[in-house]
């Protein structure tokens, strides 16, 4: 039940107020003198931050994780309104670290309240304020309003190198990389696949690590760089090229699936580089070549290269390079 005011000296009913509101009036109610902003179809405010509020909305912050992803609640939203249902209620999130779940369908009756979730994904441990804009309408009114969420993560980071690979992107990641021709990609992380038309190049110059979430698709050729000592490279998915692959690490290069290519692939780590692919190395039409130019060069593969002309290349020293792993 909605709560009511209490005594006299000329001050409005909730009802009243509310019949104000539907007569274009002005309305501002918070104990505190403090409220946000609700926009309606008419001018007015309504207050959401006090225990007056027509729109209840509590927020559970800080949230701790252990482990990503994590779905967990955010916040829960009661409807105060003494004789109006809440439709159309929205919630968004300004970060791509939180994925809000949709509250399509969802209607909330005087007095109902509903508890709200997401799933949180990052990639390393840290602490991240992420925004989110709740709105929802009646009859004749529309309610928009912003509350902040704290999430603090502690999680195990993943080894470069390591198979099976899990990672995730930041929230700075580009969305999916599609063309019809070439896709370029510096320092920069994309949350899901690349599929081109053309060529793809992948570099890490930096000190942060480039981690591509899904399969690297190219009808060209493909050509993956760790320039740096301190550069990494981790695609979660499989390199599929009709042209052929360059595979080049100073740093690290983690790929999580297999390597195909209609033409040539070549595999180079040097210095300290090392390249791992989780999957399976495959050149139906070109040459495979393996070089590990450095002491502590390390080229590994889980699953036996196959190149179907049979021309499997090594070029590092004895007993690197090729081979099931641990005979490296």
């Given at each position: ?12 009913s ?82 791509t670290?939180l ?33 989110l ?8 009114e529309r ?10 993560a502690?999680?195990a ?5 390591s198979c ?11 969305p ?38 899904g ?5 060209g ?7 740096g ?62 070089s ?37």
């Amino acid at each position: 039940m909605a709560p009511s005011r209490r005594g006299g000296g000329g001050g409005l009913s909730r009802r009243a107020a509310l019949a104000l509101i539907g007569g274009g009036g002005l309305l501002g109610i918070s104990s505190t003198g403090a409220f946000d902003q609700v926009r309606g179809q008419r001018p007015f405010d309504l207050a959401v931050d006090d225990d007056n509020a027509l729109l209840g909305i509590e927020v559970f912050t800080p949230i701790e994780i252990n482990s990503s992803p994590a779905t967990v609640d955010i916040l829960e939203l009661q409807n105060r309104f003494p004789d109006a249902e809440l439709t159309e209620l929205t919630i968004s999130s300004d970060s791509t670290i939180l994925s809000v779940e949709s509250l399509d369908g969802l209607t909330l009756q005087p007095g109902e309240t509903e508890t709200v979730r997401g799933t949180i994904s990052v990639s390393e441990s840290g602490q991240s304020v992420v925004n989110l804009t709740v709105t929802a309408t009646t009859e004749t009114e529309r309610i928009e309003t912003t509350r902040s969420v704290e999430i603090n993560a502690t999680v195990a980071g993943y080894e470069p190198g390591s198979c099976p690979v899990s990672v995730n992107v930041g929230g700075d990641a580009l969305p999916e990389q599609e063309s019809d021709g070439s896709i370029t990609v510096v320092d920069q992380d994309v949350a899901d696949g690349i599929e081109a038309g053309g060529s793809v190049s992948i570099t890490a110059i930096g000190n942060r690590p480039v981690i591509i979430g899904g399969d690297v698709e190219a009808e060209g050729s493909i050509s993956i760089a760790a320039n740096g000592n301190d550069t990494t490279v981790i695609i979660d998915g499989d390199v599929v090229a009709g042209g052929a692959i360059d595979i080049s690490a100073g740093g690290n290069i983690t790929i999580g699936g297999d390597v195909e290519a209609d033409g040539d692939i070549t595999i180079t780590a040097r210095g300290t580089g090392t390249v791992t692919v989780c999957g399976e190395v495959e050149s139906d039409d070109g040459d495979l070549s393996i070089s590990e130019n450095g002491n502590n060069a390390s080229v590994t593969i889980n699953e036996d290269e196959d190149d179907d002309n049979g021309d499997n290349d090594d070029n590092g020293p004895p007993g690197q390079g090729q081979g099931p792993p641990g005979q490296r």
